[in-house]
């Protein structure tokens, strides 16, 4: 299954990526995770992003695409992923678009996170406390307000874009964590009963 959770900063989708993860063994493809790594180990694309990250704003296409270009060839993908901040925009999505084409594969579902703006920063601000090593250095109020910016004007007319071909799902990322994974299985129709996809 080759899946995109879509929704805004702080709505849960690398947690529920994760759950997914564990339960039915596909691989979590997160672009903030793999351009923070970069940035840790000081490679050319870290340096490139370091900055842009940590005001809130968007890194490259170009990078971003080939990192998933790459990342999506790798053999522990052939069984299905799950794309976690990633496309994050209609020129993103079109490029994810022909990749898949060009392999004569392509998306099975993009489900939408929904939660209200509002809620987004306590929930940032509680994952900056919880951590491990230390806040992102974008988990902070002025690089939330410009990353909450940047997704209204450029990612979410990916919704319009995906609905349109008849792939999107959405499921309420206020309700507790539990109940949004369970939502989730739902409408992908996966099953934990066997632990693997129904
Ligand atoms: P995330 O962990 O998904 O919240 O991403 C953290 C930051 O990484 C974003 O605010 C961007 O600066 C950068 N980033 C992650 N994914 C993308 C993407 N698909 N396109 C552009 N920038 C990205």
Redesign the pocket.
């Known amino acids: 299954m080759k899946l995109i959770l879509l929704g805004p900063?702080g709505a849960g989708k690398g947690t529920q990526a994760q759950r997914l993860q564990e339960s039915f063994g596909l691989v979590q493809l997160?672009?903030?995770?793999m351009?923070r790594a970069a940035v840790k180990a000081g490679t050319d694309i870290g340096k490139q992003?370091e900055a842009?990250?940590a005001r809130?704003?968007?890194?490259p296409?170009a990078v971003?695409v080939g990192i998933i270009a790459d990342r999506i060839a790798q053999p522990d993908a052939k069984n299905g992923y799950i794309l976690?901040?990633?496309?994050?925009n209609v020129a993103?999505a079109e490029a994810l678009d022909a990749m898949l084409a060009g392999k004569g594969d392509k998306l099975d579902a993009v489900v939408e996170l929904e939660v209200d703006d509002k809620i987004l920063l306590s929930r940032i601000e509680t994952r900056a406390a919880q951590t491990v090593g230390g806040p992102r250095a974008?988990d902070n109020a002025e690089a939330l307000a410009k990353?909450l910016k940047v997704y209204h004007e450029q990612t979410a007319p990916l919704t319009a874009y995906y609905k349109s071909r008849g792939v999107l799902k959405g499921v309420d990322g206020m309700s507790d964590i539990n109940d949004v994974t369970r939502q989730l299985e739902a409408v992908l129709g996966l099953t934990t009963k066997k632990g693997k996809l129904a």
Request: charged share 30%; no cysteine; aromatic share 4%.
């Open positions: 900063p997160s672009t903030g995770d351009l992003a842009i990250m809130g704003d968007m890194v296409d971003v976690d901040g990633f496309p994050r993103q974008d990353r």
